[in-house]
């Protein structure tokens, strides 16, 4: 799962355009520079595109695999809000309403700067969808669901609409577990990949000195700099940005290293569907889909009437367990959308996502060494979350923005996972309480 020279294996990876040239300058040489970004995502190209871009400073980004080789290049596309697992009513009860509204403000925000940056760059992201459904499992779900919309619209004003079962059934499809759904207006589908490449190209235009398959094996301090040695040299800054999120891996600060908790995401893509086959689960929306199970299934209608279906699960990330994951995932779409049942899979792949222990996003610096900035954590939400914090990581750096401006729920280090070690087990643990929790 960390081998940056194995291609994740994902639909977008056959069909992303390349990077033009100079984008990517492979693998760096001794160099001196103001920062250093450790991550090829969207955290850490559009941290570097808005460094070099707006605060004219002499950036290298130093990435294991192919720049947007991680959780960037391989997601579901889906840009939508939020990157919490805390419901939007917790997460009141923990900040305030005020700082919960500056959250869900910000995030709006990350939606509408990943669309304009697209337009604005002529980048085709390839977006689809108005909203996302988050469509009831089961009857009691939706219950839930009428509570949330009458919260979150009195409370943030999103607009959410409830949609009964016979309404998704006439208007976006129909499916053994569709109980009712919430459309949420904001957000659409995208191809990741796109993103990823448009973002480095963009960035690299800017001026910014981007080196693929530069994985960071030590790092130390050399007085007031940062030394970070890569197979192929050492880039001597000022300034390090962790960049990593779920792909983290040696020599982190332990403040994020031994915090963060990585959780598998998987996806399996099927053949194009005929007119027929979406028929008959009466399929007609772009809009991206979510459950509301615990451990959530995710889909959507790709533009060539692909179906992609995402779930998460598997604590190995062995390619054994990966197999029984895409089993237990065929099993369960021919379940969930019986006509089509027969229809093949033609891709699978899967990759990390970042929780926290706080159930929120930590955008910082790390307090011992506050030439070490940090945002991760989207909980599995970061296509939107991410490129806005790379942004807003340049902005701190460069003088533009306070840190008391983050909103409070991500303004704070990673909270403390009791013996790291032992997080494959909790993980263990917690898949199996929610699997009972979901039945
Ligand atoms: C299967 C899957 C589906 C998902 N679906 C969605 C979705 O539909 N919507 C959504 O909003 N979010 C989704 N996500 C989450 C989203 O993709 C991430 O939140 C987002 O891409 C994080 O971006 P990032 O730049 O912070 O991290 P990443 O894109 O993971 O980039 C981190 C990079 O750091 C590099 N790295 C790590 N250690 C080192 C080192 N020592 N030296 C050099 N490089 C290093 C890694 O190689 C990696 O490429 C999904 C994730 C997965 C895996």
Not at 88 to 103: P, S, V
Not at 212 to 223: A, D, F, K
Not at 362 to 380: E, Q, R
Request: with cysteine.
């Amino acid at each position: 799962m960390y081998d940056g020279g194995r291609p994740a294996g994902s639909l977008w990876e056959e069909t992303a355009p390349p990077l033009g040239p100079g984008v990517d300058l492979g693998p760096n040489r001794d160099e001196i520079c103001d920062v250093a970004i450790i991550g090829g995502g969207y955290t850490g190209l559009s941290c570097a595109l808005h460094l070099a871009r707006d605060f004219s400073m002499d950036v290298r980004l130093l990435e294991a695999g192919s720049l947007g080789w991680g959780a960037s290049g391989r997601n579901g596309g889906f840009c939508t809000l939020p990157p919490t697992t805390l419901s939007l009513g917790d997460l009141t009860k923990r900040y305030g309403e005020a700082e919960a509204k500056r959250f869900v403000d910000s995030q709006r925000e990350a939606i509408s700067f990943v669309r304009s940056f697209a337009e604005s760059e002529g980048i085709d992201i390839a977006a689809q969808g108005e909203g996302e459904l988050l469509v009831a499992h089961a009857p009691s779900r939706f219950a839930m669901l009428e509570q949330e919309a009458e919260f979150v619209n009195r409370t943030f004003g999103l607009g959410l609409r409830l949609f009964s079962r016979e309404e998704v059934a006439e208007r976006f499809y129909d499916s053994r577990e569709q109980f009712g759904a919430l459309l949420n207006p904001l957000g659409f589908g995208l191809h990741p990949l796109r993103l990823a490449r448009g973002l480095a190209a963009v960035a690299a235009q800017a001026g910014a000195k981007l080196h693929g398959h530069s994985p960071v094996l030590w790092w130390e301090r050399e007085g007031q700099t940062h030394l970070l040695v890569t197979p192929s040299g050492t880039i001597r800054a000022k300034r390090v940005v962790v960049a990593t999120n779920g792909f983290t891996r040696a020599p982190m600060p332990g403040l994020l290293a031994d915090r963060i908790i990585p959780v598998m995401s998987n996806i399996v893509v099927t053949r194009p569907l005929t007119a027929d086959e979406l028929a008959a689960q009466n399929w007609q929306t772009e809009t991206p889909c979510a459950n509301t199970r615990n451990l959530l299934f995710y889909y959507r209608l790709l533009p060539d009437r692909r179906f992609l279906f995402g779930a998460r699960g598997d604590t190995t990330g062995t390619e054994a367990d990966g197999a029984k994951m895409r089993r237990f995932m065929e099993r369960r779409r021919a379940e969930v959308f019986p006509g089509w049942a027969h229809v093949e899979t033609t891709h699978a792949w899967r990759g990390f996502v970042c929780m926290t222990a706080g159930g929120t996003p930590s955008i910082g610096a790390v307090p011992d060494d506050p030439s070490v900035f940090f945002a991760l954590g989207y909980h599995g939400n970061g296509v939107s979350a991410a490129p806005w914090a790379g942004r807003l990581l340049a902005q701190l750096i460069g003088g533009k923005e306070e840190f008391s401006t983050v909103p409070a729920p991500m303004r704070r280090a990673p909270g403390k996972v009791p013996f790291p070690a032992l997080r494959r087990w909790y993980l263990r643990a917690a898949l199996g309480y929610y699997r009972i929790m979901d039945l």
